[in-house]
């Protein structure tokens, strides 16, 4: 595997945006890993949902950096087969775990909230992703000392996604998507013709994405991966969005 050239990131030095995507414009994922791992150093690390496809992004970093933080945001309210396949793909692949959850159990968070989920009001769903998964994360963040994360995002998953680079900042932070340009299709074959990776076990009864089971169903013909999520009332879950108003307004400026 070729290197991509980098300069390693100095703490409290930004990384130019620009030359790093120029550079990286036509790198394979393997590379777009290495050039993250050679330029953040310790300050990186994965995310994951163990969603549907979630075997793909955790097969390609470990192969790359076999020790890379793991996170893992548990909500309290992920299907039962999520948790299995976590507990698979964990000793599958040697992962180095790292489990953070929101301070509220799941029944002492319902008992003060009530059923966010339930609502049709926007602001109610993106409260409950404030509280169960965003808040979680930027714990998680800030212990684990993080500059960068490497996430499985891609361009053909929602309308937000389709306008990002390969990396981004937010929040303080850049974000380092490698296989971005992937479809569907590529996933597939990565999966299960180079590498007999397993998908989601909810997979197989029509989930296309997968998270909460009270929030999840599986989607129809001509739908698309994410409509299967809060009743097609929102597509991100918060923790792929700008969080403050003068991130986003950065993000529309420069056309994302």
């Not at 990384?15 to 990286?24: I, M, P, R, S």
């Amino acid at each position: 595997m070729t290197r991509i050239p980098s300069q390693p990131a100095a703490p409290g030095q930004p990384v130019d945006l620009d030359a790093a995507n120029a550079q990286l414009d036509n790198a394979t994922p393997q590379q777009t890993i290495q050039w993250a791992a050679d330029t953040f150093g310790d300050g990186l690390v994965m995310s994951t949902s163990f969603g549907v496809q979630s075997a793909v992004m955790l097969h390609l970093v470990t192969q790359v950096v076999p020790d890379i933080p793991v996170i893992f945001i548990d909500t309290g309210f992920h299907f039962q087969e999520t948790y299995q396949f976590a507990d698979e793909l964990t000793e599958r692949l040697k992962l180095n775990l790292k489990v953070y959850a929101a301070q509220e159990s799941p029944s002492w968070f319902v008992a003060r909230h009530g059923q966010l989920w339930d609502s049709d009001n926007p602001e109610d769903l993106n409260r409950y992703d404030l509280l169960r998964k965003v808040q979680p994360m930027n714990r998680a963040l800030e212990e684990l000392g993080v500059t960068a994360t490497l996430a499985g995002l891609r361009r053909q998953q929602t309308n937000h996604r389709a306008n990002l680079r390969r990396v981004e900042g937010q929040d303080g932070r850049y974000k380092v998507a490698p296989i971005l340009e992937w479809t569907t299709k590529d996933v597939h074959e990565y999966l299960t013709k180079k590498h007999d990776l397993p998908y989601h076990p909810l997979y197989e009864k029509g989930y296309a994405s997968i998270g909460d089971w009270h929030s999840t169903r599986p989607i129809t013909a001509g739908e698309d991966e994410r409509s299967g999520r809060f009743g097609g009332l929102k597509q991100e879950c918060g923790l792929h969005l700008p969080t403050t108003q003068q991130e986003d307004d950065s993000r529309f400026s420069s056309g994302l």
